[in-house]
């Protein structure tokens, strides 16, 4: 059994767990911004009365985005108020880059203090011989009713002297419709039918969709807006805030993967996050609902870890908690078997255990019963990285002979184990026997003790890493430790110490490494790369249970 491949199954692994309730969407931060100084604002998105209780994804951006903008300059140093100030400019265009329309000429003189987009259905004509068609919406409030019917007459005009426009006009429940038919047209501009209610303007890519939005809003039975689980989730959520998003799991999926249906349409799977500015950073709130046997329950923890306390200042990913056997119970048996969470979850252990020949919950996940911390330490001189993991003794658990267990699957797999004495105590090392060959040196062959692993005993601890210079920093008090440091300080303070343990992240040095290693890191950089620039690191601590709804935070420390 490799060493590092075992480390890098059981990071994988403490990432699932620890951040199943979490969602790393992120929003960075000319009217007055100071009202969002206090976090945000006590609203819910009013757009959602025009979207179903099924549907997939909403994204509502909860205060107008100039307020977002002037706050980045007022918190950015001077040198960097002109990058903040083109990072806000590409949101909008990224956010409006499928509509077809453009935010400072076209929605800034009108926009109010709401944004919404979502995908409100999978296939909104049910006709199968033209394949699957989602419903798409865009919801904006407007603070000039005025100018916002000027837009939008302008638009028409503009189309109709142009010759591009194949305009209908079709009255429908007291709310007046307008598409555009040219089916050329409206392949360049997605969002081709537009309507105005109240003071909310709606843009859809289809004229159905839009009637399926005022058959929403006009019956409270049908829309998100009042769906008992939605609503729960955002009782749960008291902190003002910047943006709403919610997703709805098996209908999300479905989206994905371009089905008309959810293929297992009976299972309630949904998350809602909500995003707050707060002086040390961005915070994520987040409720998930779908975890079955979920009672109330309190956080366990009311500050770090002790076994937090070995991992050197320069770790740059880390989870720490307590329980990790009782944290895959809860995940396993809490989650439906055919959610799209619990098969993502199972693909992704199957996939690290066969190449080690290790299976995590009979192997590993039983002993780990107290606190546990895992590290990644980048080596000074370069190359692979190292690892650390830290698990605290439990007095149910024959801790020595699962320590055997592992040095006779070691040897099973080629490798020496060994006694070595280290610091205060003594350590088990795997090594590998390799003959090397010095070109310099008349090709003259040399024998060499590649370590592949190591572990000990420490305190109440035992710590396994994969290097002696790893081990040594752990288990050394003339190293200072990651919880010493201001950055993790800062990132406590930014976070409820009522928790179950924490998953953190230092972004910017940690990069390089995640996107050679887990390749979709590059995929979710790339759709956000102006916004991760900023972010110094990033922590998930997870927080109980309430009403069934599985509860956790997010914090971005950000440097502006």
Request: without cysteine; aromatic residues 8%; glycine residues 6%.
């Amino acid at each position: 059994m490799k060493f590092r491949r075992f480390f890098a199954t059981l990071i994988l692994g403490v990432i699932l767990f620890l951040s199943l309730a979490a969602s790393s969407v992120y929003w960075i931060l000319k009217p007055s911004p100071f009202p969002l100084l206090a976090g945000g604002v006590i609203k819910e998105p009013t757009t959602a009365i025009f979207l179903p209780r099924q549907a997939p994804v909403m994204v509502s951006l909860l205060t107008n985005p100039d307020r977002l903008d002037a706050l980045g300059q007022f918190i950015a140093s001077p040198e960097k108020r002109r990058r903040s100030h083109q990072e806000i400019l590409t949101i909008e265009k990224t956010l409006l880059a499928k509509t077809g329309l453009d935010y400072q000429s076209q929605i800034q003189p009108w926009l109010g203090e709401e944004m919404t987009l979502a995908v409100t259905s999978l296939d909104y004509d049910h006709n199968p011989d033209n394949g699957v068609k989602p419903g798409y919406l865009l919801a904006v409030s407007t603070k000039d009713q005025q100018l916002a019917k000027e837009f939008l007459q302008t638009s028409y005009s503009t189309d109709a002297i142009a010759g591009t426009s194949d305009l209908v006009f079709e009255p429908y429940k007291g709310v007046n419709l307008i598409a555009q038919q040219n089916p050329n047209l409206t392949k360049n501009t997605p969002l081709s039918a537009t309507a105005v209610v109240g003071n909310m303007v709606l843009f859809a890519n289809d004229i159905q969709v839009l009637k399926e939005s005022i058959n929403n809003a006009q019956v409270p039975d049908l829309n998100l807006n009042n769906a008992p689980g939605y609503k729960k989730a955002l009782k749960t959520i008291v902190d003002p805030r910047i943006g709403i998003v919610y997703t709805n799991f098996p209908a999300l999926s479905a989206w994905l993967a371009n089905l008309p249906i959810p293929e297992l349409p009976e299972i309630t799977q949904t998350l809602t996050i909500a995003f707050s500015i707060k002086e040390e950073g961005l915070v994520a709130e987040t409720a998930l609902i779908g975890v079955s046997g979920e009672s109330d329950r309190s956080p366990i923890l009311s500050e770090p870890v002790g076994a937090f306390s070995y991992l050197p200042d320069n770790t740059i990913l880390t989870a720490a908690g307590t329980n990790l056997n009782q944290l895959w119970q809860q995940i396993e048996t809490g989650l439906d078997q055919d959610s799209p969470l619990q098969q993502l979850l199972n693909r992704t252990i199957n996939s690290l255990e066969e190449p080690l020949g290790v299976h995590l919950a009979k192997d590993v996940f039983p002993w780990v019963q107290g606190e546990f911390s895992l590290g990644l330490v980048p080596k000074e001189e370069g190359g692979e990285a190292d690892w650390i993991f830290v698990a605290q003794k439990s007095p149910d658990v024959a801790m020595d002979e699962v320590l055997t267990q592992f040095d006779q699957q070691a040897e099973n797999a080629g490798y020496t184990v060994g006694k070595l004495p280290l610091l205060n105590t003594d350590v088990t090392v795997w090594t590998q026997l390799k003959a090397t060959v010095n070109p310099d040196k008349q090709n003259l062959a040399s024998l060499q003790a590649e370590v592949s692993g190591i572990h000990g005993n420490v305190d109440d601890y035992v710590i396994f890493s994969t290097s002696i210079e790893a081990i040594s920093e752990a288990i050394s008090d003339d190293y200072t430790k990651l919880i010493d440091t201001e950055e993790f300080q800062h990132v406590v303070e930014g976070l409820s110490p009522e928790n179950d343990g924490y998953f953190y992240i230092n972004w910017q040095k940690s990069e390089p490494i995640l996107n050679q290693k887990l390749p979709i890191t590059k995929v979710v950089e790339f759709g956000v790369k102006p916004l991760l620039r900023n972010i110094r690191s990033f922590t998930v601590s997870s927080q109980g249970s309430q009403d069934n709804i599985r509860r956790a935070t997010i914090f971005f420390n950000i440097g502006v």
